[in-house]
């Protein structure tokens, strides 16, 4: 984060900001900054898929990809997806379009069957609590609101959550029966989690002994720089710690090949993939097994994975380096903003004055600008200083996205000002 | 069902049978009759699938197949199925590649939240019941077990389920929620309910209020004769007696196109979509879209589909009347058996006598023919009287499927005159 002193003279800088966004809000933009979906000519590097898997329909071990079965995924798929995981490929299962399924499934399964390690269906509990560092991915939080999982927030570090509060909380309460984790460019403030934070949650001692690690590695590939930061294998060292069954592991290609019609994987303990067939058995009788085959004829293998994601680079990155220099050029200095710069993943952070978050997106929404609302990277919506803005800078043109955050530094200076001088 | 009465001399009868199934032993066959499977040349129907949609990636209204959204489906594919199905496609949601991963959905939410027109969620219930008409599917009921549902069965008529029955259970028992009906070419059956049972199901009272009918017209399309039966609308019936959130409407194309690649539908209510896609929303950011587009651009319209069906017609009728000539050739005159000849659909129902089903079943697959185990067919994997076998003819090819069913035939009478030896 970029950390600026506050400036004085707020009288003129208030009118300025005033006229800035009279200005503004005449130039009847629409622009969209909500979502951290792909960009169309991020989906067009993807093309060749639309054609595949031509006349090919069997996979390596001639299974006919068009008929039923084949519930785990096709090895072939598992086994470029395995290391860039950090799943073996006898544990990692190949599903169908959305990694956020495969998390709502898991939840559905632990609620109305008892996981491995469970003393009861999760249905069957009094209280059932997850940890949720902060800021963070909403649609994790709208999962836990809609099965009545209550929420608490704990907050983020450089190195990840807060590990002195997730080890307390997990030690002290049995309801506590997991964590919301996007370990690698987390969603939406970027940070990777240290190799020191994933030993804690691999090791800590949970009052629950069917405390489950949501380890949502949706970015795992997603570098925005020439760092290709790598994490530390939680699932293998879980294991290790004595807590195989510990961790779900997520992940999706979603954001490398098409957003919506991708495929998504879950990787765990043997006893914990067994469990999850288990249950998939009866919801299903396999995944769509054409696409994984269109999956592996295109990507290939991983370093295809990598070939492919460094394309992806060549189109973000400029995106992200225009957020940054254009924040850095109308706010900084005002003492009004502080923002991250992700090295990968999907979004940036942008941090307003306590108490104006809400009042920026709404600005911002009458001078035509959406972004996501305010509170959303907190569970209930709630964000308690009200001070967090998810920007998610991948779908504009740049040409869109430029005059987009130049607007949104326009309402952070009005708003920020009017408070100053209120 | 064909009847026949029964013969005289048993020892004579039972020592052919004997040295018949020996012969048989020795042939060392590996033959699978278990699953409702299309054959590899089925598949082949849809060969030009696995290459669309090519170079285009927007749906008719312009949507960007490719990414994230669009929760209800592609409105023109549901188009195309809406008078197949009976929905209007403004009540048709086109989703994943299972419907039965929709009616597992079904059964999650309505346990996990509250659906139109009840009092509480399933899972706070004390007991749920289904009725289940039998002989019926056998992944219907291993979703009520796996969900802790209680299941009574009610005996099929050559309409559909006794509606005597089901009306006296519905009225009289709030617990009872919800029944299973394949309504044409039933599984395994082939019955086709008639327009009274319809109107029936549609206008009787019932206790609970949130009663829901699972309709699975999984064969909607799926004809083996000329004589293409069409069935009443349970949907549009139901609204006019006043209860038109009853019916669940299931269908898919995974008998059409590729078992494990189409896609499926589901029709209901604009309460009851409204309460789905609400749920849904929770879970997923929308189906895969492209294999959406890829099926509109394939099938075209729904002349498109019954064009197609009539070419699966083509490769499946000559595999049901070699079953049927096979079993009158072999067993008829015996009074060892019936069996159905269903006028479409994916199944012919064997009967032989009490007790013998489980011991016919047996003995075939000693000598390498697999067939659905005995019992299947009803809640609990137990048939009372331990008489029906399913036969699913579609998946082998048409030498190997005379040679299974000749097999079977020698099994019946090895059975069947071994008990009236006995």
């Keep these: 984060m970029?950390?600026?002193p506050i400036h004085a003279d707020t009288a003129g800088l208030l009118a300025r900001a005033r006229q800035d966004y009279q200005d503004l809000a005449g130039r009847g933009l629409s622009l969209d900054l909500t979502r951290g979906k792909p960009a169309p000519e991020q989906l067009d590097l993807s093309e060749d898929l639309l054609s595949l898997p031509g006349g090919r329909h069997t996979a390596a071990d001639g299974t006919d990809v068009r008929n039923y079965g084949g519930l785990q995924g096709l090895p072939e798929l598992r086994e470029i997806f395995a290391g860039l995981l950090q799943v073996p490929a006898a544990q990692l299962l190949a599903a169908g379009n959305s990694s956020l399924e495969l998390m709502h499934d898991c939840l559905v399964h632990a609620l109305l069957s008892v996981m491995p390690g469970a003393k009861a269906r999760w249905a069957d509990e009094e209280r059932i609590v997850f940890l949720c560092p902060v800021?963070?991915?909403?649609?994790?939080?709208?999962?836990?609101?809609?099965?009545?999982?209550?929420?608490?927030?704990v907050p983020m570090t450089a190195d990840g959550p807060d590990m002195d509060t997730v080890e307390r909380l997990?030690?002290?309460?049995p309801a506590v029966k997991g964590i919301w984790c996007v370990p690698k460019y987390s969603n939406p403030d970027g940070t990777c989690y240290s190799d020191a934070t994933v030993a804690?949650?691999?090791a800590m001692p949970t009052a629950a002994p069917d405390f489950r690690i949501f380890w949502d590695n949706a970015y795992a590939a997603h570098h925005l720089t020439d760092e290709r930061v790598e994490i530390a294998d939680l699932?293998?060292?879980?294991?290790?710690a004595g807590h195989p069954d510990r961790v779900f592991v997520f992940g999706s290609t979603s954001k490398m090949t098409a957003a919506g019609?991708?495929?998504?994987?879950?990787?765990?303990?043997?006893?914990?993939?067994?469990?999850?067939?288990a249950n998939n058995a009866k919801r299903s009788i396999g995944p769509d097994k054409v696409n994984q085959l269109r999956h592996v004829m295109f990507l290939r293998d991983a370093e295809g994975v990598r070939a492919h994601m460094e394309r992806h680079r060549a189109l973000l990155q400029p995106k992200f380096e225009a957020v940054a220099r254009i924040l850095q050029q109308e706010l900084g200095g005002t003492g009004l903003a502080k923002w991250t710069s992700p090295k990968g993943g999907y979004f940036v952070t942008l941090e307003v004055p306590d108490g104006c978050a809400k009042e920026v997106v709404r600005r911002a929404a009458e001078a035509g600008i959406v972004l996501t609302p305010a509170g959303a990277t907190h569970p209930y919506g709630k964000d308690p200083r009200d001070a967090v803005i998810r920007i998610a800078p991948s779908y504009p043109g740049l040409k869109e996205l430029e005059q987009a955050i130049?607007?949104?530094?326009?309402?952070?200076?009005?708003?920020?000002y009017e408070r100053q001088a209120a």
Tied chains: 1, 2.
Aim: charged share 20%; glycine share 12%.
């Design 406 to 416: 130049e607007g949104l530094a326009v309402c952070v200076r009005l708003v920020g």
């Design 135 to 153: 800021p963070g991915y909403d649609r994790h939080f709208a999962l836990c609101e809609r099965f009545g999982i209550e929420m608490v927030a």
């Design 170 to 173: 997990a030690a002290e309460d």
């Design 2 to 4: 970029t950390t600026e």
């Design 235 to 240: 699932l293998g060292a879980a294991a290790e």
């Design 261 to 277: 019609a991708g495929v998504a994987f879950f990787g765990s303990s043997p006893a914990n993939v067994k469990w999850l067939l």
């Design 200 to 202: 804690r949650l691999a």
